[in-house]
């Protein structure tokens, strides 16, 4: 049974940048058929998929094409834990922020407990 | 981006009723489709994933069908703890999600 810690603040200022942590249990953030996602939900956007990090011999990172050029995903395989990073924020990136675990097949089986995140001053 | 629109946004029924939820993909993506319930302050259960497998440990009123663009999640005899909001996903390019379909009690 996976299950997945998220940590970090609820309140960031405009244009600073967001971090989040997502520990691991039950399972390898390196392992060679998950994938750690992250997801956030606001009532304007939805549910919008961020991105994601996973180990196939080497380390890989998919990310949303609104996003690509303010995100980062960072692996920790001392901690077995992933890290997301946000900058430039707005109020726009106000949302619940959730990590998830996915394998090809089944996508997003495995969620943290959601991280409220207020962009503002 | 592939868009996922579902239908309907809102829907009112009752416990015992027979509940279908559609959605629709702007291009084909093969059965790489899955479901969720959200309840509120919670994150999103997955219920069906490749369109039509169940989940481990989902009820079997459960059930998901279709393939390429149209895809349905029916629940075949609403229960009280079904009243949520239900999400479909695909995962044929990147990730997206549909806009919701809550469901409550009429």
């Known amino acids: 049974q996976v299950q997945l810690q998220q940590s970090g603040p609820g309140l960031v200022k405009p244009s600073q940048t967001l971090s989040l942590t997502c520990g691991i249990s039950?399972?390898?953030?390196?392992?060679?058929?998950?994938?750690w996602n992250w997801i956030r939900q606001s009532p304007s956007r939805g549910l919008e998929w961020l991105g994601k990090?996973?180990?196939?011999?080497?380390?890989?990172?998919d990310y949303a094409v609104s996003v690509k050029s303010r995100i980062t995903i960072n692996p920790d395989t001392s901690k077995n834990q992933f890290s997301l990073h946000l900058n430039s924020v707005t109020p726009e990136d106000t949302a619940v922020y959730y990590c998830?675990?996915?394998?090809?097949?089944?996508?997003?089986?495995?969620w943290g407990q959601g991280t409220l995140v207020t962009v503002s001053s | 981006d592939i868009q996922m629109t579902q239908s309907p946004s809102t829907l009112s029924a009752s416990v015992g009723d027979r509940v279908t939820i559609t959605c629709r993909a702007s291009?084909?993506?093969?059965?790489?489709l899955a479901w969720y319930q959200q309840k509120p302050g919670k994150a999103p259960k997955l219920l069906i994933y490749?369109?039509?497998s169940l989940e481990s440990g989902v009820p079997s009123r459960f059930s998901g069908s279709g393939s390429g663009t149209e895809f349905t999640l029916t629940i075949s005899s609403l229960q009280p703890d079904d009243f949520a909001t239900y999400y479909c996903?695909?995962?044929?390019?990147?990730?997206?999600f549909g806009q919701g379909t809550k469901v409550e009690i009429k």
């Open positions: 291009q084909s993506i093969s059965n790489w």
């Open positions: 998830a675990r996915s394998t090809s097949e089944i996508t997003f089986h495995s």
């Open positions: 996903q695909q995962y044929s390019s990147y990730r997206t």
């Open positions: 039950g399972d390898s953030v390196s392992s060679n058929s998950a994938a």
């Open positions: 490749k369109a039509s």
């Open positions: 990090t996973y180990y196939r011999s080497k380390w890989y990172n």
